[in-house]
Nanobody, 124 residues
Framework: QVQLVESGGGLVQAGGSLRLSCAAS????????MGWFRQAPGQERESVAA????????YYADSVKGRFTISRDNAKNTVYLQMNNLKPEDTGVYYC?????????????????WGQGTQVTVSS
């Protein structure tokens, strides 16, 4: 069973940057699509970005296009989310998720395993 551990969250001022990391255990990481989701208090979990197993394809929610970049290093079993020009509305718990199979998914139900989440807080 694959386990995911997120890190890199924290408190940052608006306009600042953070880089989230998600380290995966297990040998199937390189054949799985990966995604980042976030959940603000009182709101549903929403997709932020996704990446195919090879890294050749990516997806971004409209709200983060041009500010966030998803990438992966299959040799290190790690997926990243670089977040620039952060806004207060980016605040929430960010989750890393993996999908068995190489194609990206845009919905939480597309994913098969999840990390525990890391808090991102953007102050105005």
């Amino acid at each position: 069973q694959v386990q995911l551990v997120e890190s890199g969250g924290g408190l940052v001022q608006a306009g600042g940057s953070l880089r989230l990391s998600c380290a995966a255990s297990g040998r199937t990481f390189s054949s799985n699509a990966m995604g980042w989701f976030r959940q603000a208090p009182g709101q549903e979990r929403e997709s932020v970005a996704a990446i195919s197993y090879s890294g050749s394809r990516t997806y971004y929610a409209d709200s983060v296009k041009g500010r966030f970049t998803i990438s992966r290093d299959n040799a290190k079993n790690t997926v990243y989310l670089q977040m620039n020009n952060l806004k207060p509305e980016d605040t929430g718990v960010y989750y890393c998720a993996g999908r068995l199979g190489g194609t990206m998914g845009r919905n939480s139900y597309d994913y098969d395993y999840w990390g525990q989440g890391t808090q991102v807080t953007v102050s105005s």
